[in-house]
């Protein structure tokens, strides 16, 4: 299991933590209640624009990671 297969019990914990519930984060990331409640539940189909949403509410980050990362940020400094 990698990260990505926890993001709705991440989003969760952090949700809890900061003291909201579904609503008000759902309020504060300009997104549906149902968004939250299915990204928490772990349902297969999200938007990504509706999870970088509530990620930034959090203060979450999301990073691509991959072999090839490193060599993918040496060319794209490359004119």
Do not use: C, Y
Not at 22 to 30: N, S, V
Request: aromatic residues 4%; hydrophobic residues 40%; without cysteine.
């Amino acid at each position: 299991m990698n990260k990505i297969d926890n993001i709705g019990s991440i989003i969760r914990f952090h949700r809890r933590k900061a003291g909201l519930t579904q609503k008000q984060l759902a309020t504060l990331a300009g997104v549906g209640k149902s968004a939250v409640f299915d990204i928490e539940k772990e349902k297969i189909t999200i938007r990504l624009n509706t999870l970088t949403a509530i990620l930034s509410v959090l203060n979450i980050s999301l990073e691509p990671e991959s072999p090839l990362m490193e060599q993918w940020n040496m060319e794209k400094q490359l004119p």
